[in-house]
């Protein structure tokens, strides 16, 4: 192949379950690493610098909480959470923890597929759309490059989805922005869940900033969508 493959890190500890997945991808033109445990995960990681994970949320020596956890402080790689619970709470776990999608045992491959293509668009689209590094809301700022924010000097810990939220949001300041270009633009088009996530992710920002705060930064246009407002700009 003249392009270098795209390196995929699977981590499930169920071997046929893994061996599939790698056979797929492999036919699909995936370069495939497999690690059986969470320990092995955070070991391959470092090793074999992947471009995406696959990462089982129920795992021995490490679960694949712990182990989205602490490779988010190191990388921000997309990282796919498979789980065999279906339950609201196991995913939105997944994904405070940094996870960028999840999937659902017993899964299609088309389907898994389909997400690897998403996760790796959106990060290629965060790479190349040139957009600054510093963005502001009033006394809010968001460092896209350093992947911080901070309110008045004070630091605010997000998790990475409510970061992209947050940093999507602040781009489109003082536009109402739909729940539907808000799921398109921050967990992409291919997203298969449900669509009030959006809410329960707004929630957490308000929770973790306006409410912190004291603030009003996120309104809500009920019927239509959600906008920070820059009350500066519209005073």
């Known amino acids: 192949?003249?392009?270098?493959?795209?390196?995929?890190?699977?981590?499930?500890?169920?071997?046929?379950?893994?061996?599939?997945?790698?056979?797929?991808?492999?036919?699909?033109?995936y370069d495939v690493v497999i690690a059986e445990n969470g320990r092995i995960a955070i070991e391959k990681f470092y090793e074999t610098s992947p471009d995406i994970m696959l990462l089982d949320l129920m795992l021995p020596e490490l679960n694949g909480i712990e182990v989205c956890r602490r490779i988010r402080k190191e990388?921000?790689?997309?990282?796919?959470?498979?789980?065999?619970?279906?339950?609201?709470?196991?995913?939105i776990a997944g994904l405070d923890s940094g996870a960028d999608d999840y999937i659902t045992k017993p899964f299609v491959i088309e389907e898994l597929l389909a997400r690897i293509r998403a996760a790796l668009r959106?990060?290629?689209?965060?790479?190349?759309?040139?957009?600054?590094?510093?963005?502001?809301?009033?006394?809010?700022?968001?460092?896209?490059?350093?992947?911080?924010?901070?309110?008045?000097?004070?630091?605010?810990?997000?998790?990475?989805?409510?970061?992209?939220?947050?940093?999507?949001?602040?781009?489109?300041?003082?536009?109402?922005?739909?729940?539907?270009?808000?799921?398109?633009?921050?967990?992409g088009y291919d997203y298969f869940g449900e669509t009030n996530i959006v809410d329960v992710y707004i929630r957490y920002l308000r929770t973790k900033i306006d409410d912190r705060f004291g603030v009003k930064f996120i309104h809500t246009i009920r019927g239509v969508g959600y906008f920070a407002k820059d009350e500066e700009q519209n005073s």
């Open 122 to 187: 959106r990060t290629n689209m965060e790479k190349t759309n040139g957009e600054e590094d510093i963005l502001t809301l009033r006394n809010l700022t968001v460092d896209t490059s350093r992947h911080t924010v901070t309110f008045d000097d004070m630091e605010i810990e997000l998790t990475k989805r409510e970061f992209d939220l947050l940093a999507y949001l602040i781009r489109n300041k003082n536009i109402v922005i739909t729940r539907e270009q808000i799921l398109n633009q921050v967990w």
């Open 1 to 29: 192949m003249d392009e270098k493959a795209i390196k995929v890190l699977i981590t499930e500890d169920e071997a046929r379950l893994a061996r599939f997945m790698e056979l797929e991808l492999k036919h699909e033109g």
């Open 75 to 91: 990388s921000d790689i997309p990282i796919i959470m498979i789980t065999a619970k279906g339950e609201t709470m196991d995913k």
